[in-house]
Nanobody
Framework: QVQLVESGGGLVQVGGSLRLSCAAS????????FGWYRQTPRKQRELVAI???????YLSDSVKGRFTISRDNAKNTVHLQMNSLKPEDTAVYYC????????WGHGTQVTVSS
């Protein structure tokens, strides 16, 4: 079992930055992928960024050049640095881990105001 706890969401103006963090506990040694999804009421949950144990990183086209994902293995934490935020980035952001079962955090709200 893996437990995920997100932090760092909030309200920010267009062009601003936020840093999301997700701390994992439990069977963290088995995590082979760590990342972030987001969801709005009108859309399905979509993959934003993921980092795999082998170091491969995937970023959605909609966030490339603005978001970066990083992992701190010593602290079992994954971070999502979000810069140049746009109103369309407004969503609930969910931390995600494959260990190898899929685990989800409870989500953190990000609101970008124009």
């Amino acid at each position: 079992q893996v437990q995920l706890v997100e932090s760092g969401g909030g309200l920010v103006q267009v062009g601003g930055s936020l840093r999301l963090s997700c701390a994992a506990s439990g069977s963290t040694f088995s995590i082979n992928a760590f990342g972030w999804y987001r969801q709005t009421p009108r859309k399905q949950r979509e993959l934003v960024a993921i980092i795999r144990s082998v170091g491969r990183i995937y970023l959605s086209d909609s966030v490339k050049g603005r978001f970066t994902i990083s992992r701190d293995n010593a602290k079992n934490t994954v971070h999502l640095q979000m810069n140049s935020l746009k109103p369309e980035d407004t969503a609930v952001y969910y931390c995600y881990a494959e260990a190898p079962s899929v685990y989800w955090g409870h989500g953190t709200q990000v609101t970008v105001s124009s």
